[in-house]
Protein backbone atom coordinates (compact mmCIF):
# COMPACT_ATOMS: atom_id res chain seq x y z
CA UNK A 1 0.00 0.00 0.00
CA UNK A 2 1.35 3.59 -0.91
CA UNK A 3 2.06 6.10 2.35
CA UNK A 4 1.47 8.43 -0.41
CA UNK A 5 -0.04 11.49 0.75
CA UNK A 6 -3.11 12.44 -1.16
CA UNK A 7 -3.26 16.39 -2.14
CA UNK A 8 -5.78 18.44 -4.01
CA UNK A 9 -3.37 18.11 -7.38
CA UNK A 10 -4.94 13.77 -7.11
CA UNK A 11 -8.08 14.95 -6.82
CA UNK A 12 -7.96 17.41 -9.42
CA UNK A 13 -6.75 14.84 -12.12
CA UNK A 14 -9.14 12.47 -10.97
CA UNK A 15 -12.30 14.81 -11.55
CA UNK A 16 -10.18 16.50 -15.02
CA UNK A 17 -10.89 20.04 -13.03
CA UNK A 18 -7.80 22.25 -12.10
CA UNK A 19 -6.07 22.28 -8.25
CA UNK A 20 -7.37 25.71 -7.96
CA UNK A 21 -10.84 24.25 -8.54
CA UNK A 22 -10.45 21.79 -6.01
CA UNK A 23 -9.20 24.08 -3.29
CA UNK A 24 -12.41 26.91 -3.93
CA UNK A 25 -14.90 24.57 -3.52
CA UNK A 26 -13.02 22.68 -0.26
CA UNK A 27 -12.91 26.16 1.05
CA UNK A 28 -16.54 26.75 0.28
CA UNK A 29 -16.11 29.25 -2.13
CA UNK A 30 -19.44 30.86 -3.89
CA UNK A 31 -17.87 30.89 -7.27
CA UNK A 32 -17.61 26.86 -7.06
CA UNK A 33 -21.22 24.87 -7.77
CA UNK A 34 -23.11 22.57 -5.46
CA UNK A 35 -22.50 20.24 -8.28
CA UNK A 36 -18.72 20.29 -8.14
CA UNK A 37 -18.66 20.79 -4.42
CA UNK A 38 -20.12 17.35 -3.87
CA UNK A 39 -17.95 15.85 -6.80
CA UNK A 40 -14.88 17.55 -4.83
CA UNK A 41 -15.89 16.70 -1.13
CA UNK A 42 -16.90 12.75 -2.46
CA UNK A 43 -14.05 12.41 -4.23
CA UNK A 44 -11.70 13.78 -1.05
CA UNK A 45 -13.33 11.40 1.34
CA UNK A 46 -12.77 8.54 -1.24
CA UNK A 47 -9.16 9.18 -1.78
CA UNK A 48 -8.66 10.29 2.28
CA UNK A 49 -7.20 13.42 1.21
CA UNK A 50 -6.20 15.44 4.89
CA UNK A 51 -5.88 19.35 4.23
CA UNK A 52 -2.58 21.11 5.31
CA UNK A 53 -3.33 22.70 8.20
CA UNK A 54 0.14 24.28 8.63
CA UNK A 55 -0.09 26.12 4.74
CA UNK A 56 -3.56 26.65 5.33
CA UNK A 57 -2.43 28.70 8.48
CA UNK A 58 0.48 30.29 6.72
CA UNK A 59 -2.16 31.58 4.41
CA UNK A 60 -5.15 32.39 6.16
CA UNK A 61 -1.96 33.92 8.47
CA UNK A 62 -4.31 31.78 11.93
CA UNK A 63 -4.25 28.43 12.78
CA UNK A 64 -7.01 28.63 15.13
CA UNK A 65 -5.35 26.20 17.26
CA UNK A 66 -3.81 27.83 21.07
CA UNK A 67 -0.82 26.14 22.89
CA UNK A 68 -1.34 25.14 26.42
CA UNK A 69 2.15 24.16 27.97
CA UNK A 70 1.51 22.80 31.83
CA UNK A 71 4.04 21.23 34.30
CA UNK A 72 1.34 17.91 34.34
CA UNK A 73 -1.04 16.64 33.36
CA UNK A 74 -2.38 14.74 36.13
CA UNK A 75 -2.99 17.19 38.68
CA UNK A 76 -6.61 18.19 38.94
CA UNK A 77 -5.88 21.53 39.36
CA UNK A 78 -4.04 21.76 35.97
CA UNK A 79 -7.15 19.63 34.14
CA UNK A 80 -9.52 22.17 35.36
CA UNK A 81 -7.22 24.78 34.23
CA UNK A 82 -6.66 23.75 30.55
CA UNK A 83 -11.36 22.39 31.21
CA UNK A 84 -11.37 26.70 31.62
CA UNK A 85 -9.28 27.56 28.55
CA UNK A 86 -10.82 25.10 26.24
CA UNK A 87 -14.39 26.48 27.21
CA UNK A 88 -13.75 30.28 26.03
CA UNK A 89 -11.42 29.18 23.21
CA UNK A 90 -13.74 26.07 21.51
CA UNK A 91 -16.75 28.78 21.78
CA UNK A 92 -14.61 31.04 19.33
CA UNK A 93 -13.99 28.07 17.08
CA UNK A 94 -10.62 27.51 17.78
CA UNK A 95 -8.89 24.35 19.97
CA UNK A 96 -7.01 23.83 22.18
CA UNK A 97 -3.25 21.89 22.00
CA UNK A 98 -2.24 20.37 25.50
CA UNK A 99 1.62 19.14 26.58
CA UNK A 100 3.51 19.07 29.41
CA UNK A 101 6.67 19.62 30.66
CA UNK A 102 6.81 17.28 33.23
CA UNK A 103 8.95 19.91 35.22
CA UNK A 104 11.78 19.40 32.70
CA UNK A 105 13.22 22.50 31.07
CA UNK A 106 14.72 20.87 28.35
CA UNK A 107 11.35 19.63 27.73
CA UNK A 108 9.64 22.84 27.77
CA UNK A 109 11.96 24.72 25.71
CA UNK A 110 11.39 21.59 22.82
CA UNK A 111 7.84 21.57 23.25
CA UNK A 112 7.36 25.28 22.92
CA UNK A 113 9.32 25.20 20.29
CA UNK A 114 7.40 22.36 18.90
CA UNK A 115 3.86 24.28 19.21
CA UNK A 116 5.33 27.08 17.48
CA UNK A 117 6.59 25.54 14.46
CA UNK A 118 2.99 23.90 14.49
CA UNK A 119 1.61 26.90 14.13
CA UNK A 120 -0.15 27.99 17.13
CA UNK A 121 -1.53 31.45 17.34
CA UNK A 122 -0.06 31.95 20.37
CA UNK A 123 0.64 29.67 23.77
CA UNK A 124 -0.94 29.66 27.52
CA UNK A 125 2.06 28.38 29.81
CA UNK A 126 2.29 27.39 33.46
CA UNK A 127 6.46 27.25 34.06
CA UNK A 128 8.18 23.93 35.09
CA UNK A 129 9.41 23.98 38.80
CA UNK A 130 13.04 23.53 37.19
CA UNK A 131 13.02 25.86 34.97
CA UNK A 132 15.64 29.27 35.63
CA UNK A 133 16.24 30.26 32.41
CA UNK A 134 13.67 31.96 30.28
CA UNK A 135 14.95 33.04 27.08
CA UNK A 136 13.02 30.99 24.93
CA UNK A 137 10.11 32.73 26.33
CA UNK A 138 11.56 36.04 25.55
CA UNK A 139 12.61 35.09 21.93
CA UNK A 140 8.68 34.20 21.45
CA UNK A 141 7.80 37.71 22.82
CA UNK A 142 10.06 39.49 20.64
CA UNK A 143 8.79 37.25 17.37
CA UNK A 144 5.77 38.56 18.13
CA UNK A 145 3.99 35.28 19.49
CA UNK A 146 0.86 35.79 21.91
CA UNK A 147 2.23 34.65 25.57
CA UNK A 148 0.23 34.42 28.47
CA UNK A 149 1.85 32.75 31.73
CA UNK A 150 -0.57 30.61 34.38
CA UNK A 151 -0.56 30.05 37.78
CA UNK A 152 3.50 29.42 37.76
CA UNK A 153 4.59 32.92 36.57
CA UNK A 154 7.81 34.82 36.35
CA UNK A 155 8.75 38.37 37.22
CA UNK A 156 11.47 37.99 34.46
CA UNK A 157 9.34 37.88 31.76
CA UNK A 158 7.43 41.08 30.47
CA UNK A 159 4.17 39.63 29.36
CA UNK A 160 0.44 39.19 30.33
CA UNK A 161 0.26 36.57 33.58
CA UNK A 162 -3.39 35.13 35.60
CA UNK A 163 -2.55 34.12 38.80
CA UNK A 164 -3.88 33.66 42.36
CA UNK A 165 -2.90 36.08 44.96
CA UNK A 166 -0.45 33.44 46.47
CA UNK A 167 0.80 35.84 48.97
CA UNK A 168 -2.84 35.80 50.52
CA UNK A 169 -3.09 32.27 50.23
CA UNK A 170 -0.30 31.70 52.16
CA UNK A 171 -1.72 34.53 54.90
CA UNK A 172 -4.74 33.08 55.15
CA UNK A 173 -3.67 29.61 56.19
CA UNK A 174 -1.06 30.89 58.90
CA UNK A 175 -3.74 32.97 60.26
CA UNK A 176 -6.47 30.72 60.46
CA UNK A 177 -3.65 27.77 62.13
CA UNK A 178 -2.89 31.01 64.83
CA UNK A 179 -6.89 31.44 65.33
CA UNK A 180 -7.39 27.50 66.44
CA UNK A 181 -4.81 28.07 68.76
CA UNK A 182 -1.55 27.01 67.05
CA UNK A 183 1.69 28.50 67.95
CA UNK A 184 4.65 26.95 66.34
CA UNK A 185 3.74 26.23 62.92
CA UNK A 186 6.14 24.22 60.38
CA UNK A 187 6.33 25.74 56.96
CA UNK A 188 6.28 23.11 53.91
CA UNK A 189 7.66 24.99 50.92
CA UNK A 190 9.39 24.08 47.18
CA UNK A 191 13.07 24.67 46.88
CA UNK A 192 13.38 26.18 43.70
CA UNK A 193 11.28 29.51 44.89
CA UNK A 194 9.48 30.07 41.79
CA UNK A 195 6.70 33.35 42.80
CA UNK A 196 3.83 30.91 43.56
CA UNK A 197 6.25 29.68 46.34
CA UNK A 198 7.93 32.86 47.21
CA UNK A 199 4.56 34.71 47.56
CA UNK A 200 2.86 31.55 49.78
CA UNK A 201 6.26 31.83 52.35
CA UNK A 202 5.60 35.74 52.39
CA UNK A 203 2.01 35.21 54.06
CA UNK A 204 3.20 33.06 56.48
CA UNK A 205 5.95 35.01 57.77
CA UNK A 206 3.78 37.83 57.36
CA UNK A 207 1.01 36.62 59.44
CA UNK A 208 3.40 35.28 62.05
CA UNK A 209 4.84 39.01 62.70
CA UNK A 210 1.00 40.17 62.64
CA UNK A 211 0.35 37.84 65.54
CA UNK A 212 3.64 38.23 67.12
CA UNK A 213 4.32 34.13 66.80
CA UNK A 214 8.12 33.67 66.89
CA UNK A 215 9.63 32.45 63.52
CA UNK A 216 11.66 29.13 63.56
CA UNK A 217 14.16 28.76 60.55
CA UNK A 218 14.32 25.17 61.61
CA UNK A 219 10.30 24.74 61.01
CA UNK A 220 10.61 25.46 57.59
CA UNK A 221 11.14 22.55 55.00
CA UNK A 222 12.39 23.09 51.53
CA UNK A 223 11.71 19.96 49.22
CA UNK A 224 9.95 19.34 45.41
CA UNK A 225 6.62 19.13 47.23
CA UNK A 226 5.44 15.72 46.40
CA UNK A 227 3.91 13.16 48.37
CA UNK A 228 7.01 11.51 49.42
CA UNK A 229 8.43 15.42 50.44
CA UNK A 230 5.83 15.96 52.92
CA UNK A 231 6.61 12.47 54.73
CA UNK A 232 10.54 13.37 54.52
CA UNK A 233 9.78 16.44 55.43
CA UNK A 234 7.74 15.20 58.52
CA UNK A 235 10.05 12.96 59.29
CA UNK A 236 12.69 15.01 59.75
CA UNK A 237 10.74 17.43 62.29
CA UNK A 238 10.21 14.26 64.11
CA UNK A 239 13.69 13.24 64.37
CA UNK A 240 15.08 16.77 65.19
CA UNK A 241 13.14 17.37 68.17
CA UNK A 242 12.37 20.47 66.90
CA UNK A 243 8.62 21.19 69.01
CA UNK A 244 5.93 21.78 66.13
CA UNK A 245 1.99 22.10 66.60
CA UNK A 246 1.11 22.83 63.13
CA UNK A 247 1.72 22.42 59.64
CA UNK A 248 1.22 24.76 56.48
CA UNK A 249 2.00 23.15 52.91
CA UNK A 250 1.87 24.86 50.30
CA UNK A 251 0.61 21.64 48.31
CA UNK A 252 -2.13 19.12 49.11
CA UNK A 253 0.27 15.89 48.06
CA UNK A 254 3.02 17.64 50.64
CA UNK A 255 0.19 17.71 53.00
CA UNK A 256 -1.05 14.32 52.15
CA UNK A 257 2.33 12.89 53.07
CA UNK A 258 2.19 14.62 56.61
CA UNK A 259 -0.96 13.49 57.49
CA UNK A 260 0.36 9.27 56.54
CA UNK A 261 3.33 10.11 59.07
CA UNK A 262 1.53 11.93 61.93
CA UNK A 263 -0.93 8.90 62.05
CA UNK A 264 1.47 6.25 61.82
CA UNK A 265 3.17 7.97 65.17
CA UNK A 266 0.37 8.28 66.71
CA UNK A 267 0.09 12.17 66.47
CA UNK A 268 -3.81 13.24 66.72
CA UNK A 269 -4.85 15.66 63.99
CA UNK A 270 -6.36 18.17 64.65
CA UNK A 271 -5.69 18.04 68.59
CA UNK A 272 -2.02 17.68 68.72
CA UNK A 273 -0.98 18.63 65.16
CA UNK A 274 -2.77 21.46 62.91
CA UNK A 275 -2.82 20.72 59.15
CA UNK A 276 -3.71 22.83 55.77
CA UNK A 277 -2.69 22.35 52.83
CA UNK A 278 -3.34 24.30 49.32
CA UNK A 279 -4.97 23.63 45.65
CA UNK A 280 -8.15 22.17 46.96
CA UNK A 281 -7.29 18.87 45.27
CA UNK A 282 -10.31 16.41 44.93
CA UNK A 283 -8.54 14.04 47.31
CA UNK A 284 -8.56 16.66 50.34
CA UNK A 285 -12.07 16.32 51.16
CA UNK A 286 -12.09 12.62 51.55
CA UNK A 287 -8.56 11.88 53.95
CA UNK A 288 -9.02 11.21 57.64
CA UNK A 289 -9.58 13.79 58.70
CA UNK A 290 -10.38 15.98 55.56
CA UNK A 291 -8.12 18.18 54.70
CA UNK A 292 -8.09 22.13 55.26
CA UNK A 293 -6.86 23.78 52.18
CA UNK A 294 -6.92 26.91 49.84
CA UNK A 295 -9.15 26.88 46.42
CA UNK A 296 -7.26 28.40 43.76
CA UNK A 297 -10.11 28.45 41.33
CA UNK A 298 -8.79 26.82 38.60
CA UNK A 299 -11.79 26.58 35.99
CA UNK A 300 -11.94 30.22 36.60
CA UNK A 301 -8.27 30.56 35.92
CA UNK A 302 -8.70 28.91 32.47
CA UNK A 303 -11.81 31.65 31.83
CA UNK A 304 -9.16 34.28 32.78
CA UNK A 305 -6.00 33.24 30.97
CA UNK A 306 -7.79 32.59 27.63
CA UNK A 307 -9.98 35.76 27.96
CA UNK A 308 -6.67 37.49 28.34
CA UNK A 309 -5.01 35.77 25.55
CA UNK A 310 -7.76 36.61 22.82
CA UNK A 311 -7.65 40.14 23.90
CA UNK A 312 -4.29 39.94 23.39
CA UNK A 313 -4.21 38.11 19.81
CA UNK A 314 -6.97 40.68 18.50
CA UNK A 315 -5.92 43.80 19.39
CA UNK A 316 -4.33 46.40 16.57
CA UNK A 317 -2.22 47.78 18.91
CA UNK A 318 1.74 47.09 18.22
CA UNK A 319 2.66 47.38 21.73
CA UNK A 320 0.75 46.07 24.09
CA UNK A 321 1.04 46.48 27.73
CA UNK A 322 1.09 43.17 29.53
CA UNK A 323 -1.79 42.71 31.90
CA UNK A 324 -2.07 40.80 35.81
CA UNK A 325 -5.24 39.43 36.52
CA UNK A 326 -5.38 38.40 40.12
CA UNK A 327 -7.80 35.92 41.34
CA UNK A 328 -8.41 35.66 45.07
CA UNK A 329 -7.94 32.62 47.15
CA UNK A 330 -10.37 30.64 49.22
CA UNK A 331 -9.98 28.86 52.57
CA UNK A 332 -11.73 26.00 52.79
CA UNK A 333 -11.96 24.74 56.41
CA UNK A 334 -11.68 21.36 57.25
CA UNK A 335 -11.40 18.95 60.40
CA UNK A 336 -7.93 18.61 60.10
CA UNK A 337 -7.32 22.05 61.28
CA UNK A 338 -10.13 22.88 63.90
CA UNK A 339 -8.24 22.35 67.20
CA UNK A 340 -10.55 20.52 69.68
CA UNK A 341 -10.64 23.10 72.93
CA UNK A 342 -10.27 21.41 76.62
Not at 79 to 105: H, K
Not at 120 to 145: A, C, Q
Amino acid sequence: MSSKKTTIHDIAEKLNITASTVSRALNNNPRISDTTKKAVLNMAQDLNYQPNNIAAALRKGKSQLIGVIVPTINRSFFSSVIRGVEEVANQLNYRVVVSQSNEDSDNEIATLNALVNARVDGVLVSIGKNTKDFDHYKNLIRRGVPLVLFDRTTNEISTSQVIIDDFLGGYMATEHLIKQGYKKIAHFTNYNKINIYKERYRGYIEALKDYNIPFYNKLICESNMQLEDGRMCTEQLLRSGQKFDAIFSTSDYAAMGAMQVLKENSIKIPEEVGLVGFSNEPFTSFTDPPLTTLSQFPIEMGHAAAELFFEILNSKKDKLIPQKTVLQPKLIVRASSIKQRK
